[in-house]
């Protein structure tokens, strides 16, 4: 199936450090999300951007729409010990005249140590 | 609002056998997307719904797997007969606007 390109897999970082994690496609999306998903549970939304260019925040958070619609980033500031978990984005996009579509990322597991 | 409900919250059952999950969207969302999570593969979108017509089942791995969406309120996907290749997380979300919610999962173990 389609997924997006998600770097880095994964990061082992000390608390207080900030982060960063990117996806990138080769469609373009009318949509950005970005998600968090804990161990045994279901994916929770964190942000979600609508415009090419957009840069939105959510506490330490902050996402951006990037401008050519193929690509967005995350970025996490002074991370803390519950910033752990596997971090997804998702975009929606009009394929193949289904619209709406919305395929995830591969993810980026995110380590921190206090 | 309750949020994107699931059931069961774990499924064991024998190779062979018909597999049932359920799905309650959020009332008023007019998308609903059906997931299937693996370490080996990710999030992979099976098939989804706008206004209970499907509209895309590309994702859906073989004529084993069904989904319904009889009514706003709630869907089925159906795996008949169930492979133990078939283990793992399956996700229901629902959206509206863009912005998609998630369920907390059923997870599938086929021996």
């Known amino acids: 199936g389609q997924q997006l390109n998600q770097s880095p897999q994964s990061m082992f970082i000390q608390e207080g450090e900030d982060v960063s994690m990117n996806c990138t496609s080769s469609?373009?999306?009318?949509?950005w999300l970005w998600y968090k998903q804990d161990p045994g549970e279901g994916p929770v939304l964190l942000i979600a951007l609508y415009k090419a260019g957009e840069l939105t925040s959510n506490g330490r958070l902050t996402a951006q729409f990037g401008i050519t619609r193929k690509d967005s980033f995350l970025n996490i500031s002074a991370s803390i010990p519950s910033d752990v978990g596997i971090y997804f984005c998702a975009g929606r996009m009009n394929y193949g005249g289904a619209t709406n579509k919305l395929i995830f990322g591969t993810g980026t597991l995110l380590a921190v140590q206090p | 609002d309750a949020g994107v409900i699931q059931s069961p919250r774990h499924e064991v059952t024998e190779m062979g056998q018909e597999v049932t999950l359920r799905c309650k969207p959020i009332s008023g969302h007019d998308y609903l997307f059906w997931y299937r999570q693996t370490m080996m593969r990710g999030l992979e979108l099976l098939i989804y719904f706008n206004n209970n017509v499907p509209i895309d089942d590309s994702g859906m791995p073989e004529d084993r797997f069904s989904a319904k969406m009889p009514n706003a309120s709630f869907s089925t996907l159906k795996i008949q007969p169930s492979e133990p290749r078939d283990s793992a997380v399956y996700f229901c979300a629902s959206s509206l606007t863009g912005r998609a919610f998630f369920g907390q999962g059923t997870r599938l173990t086929v021996v």
């Open positions: 469609s373009i999306f009318n949509t």
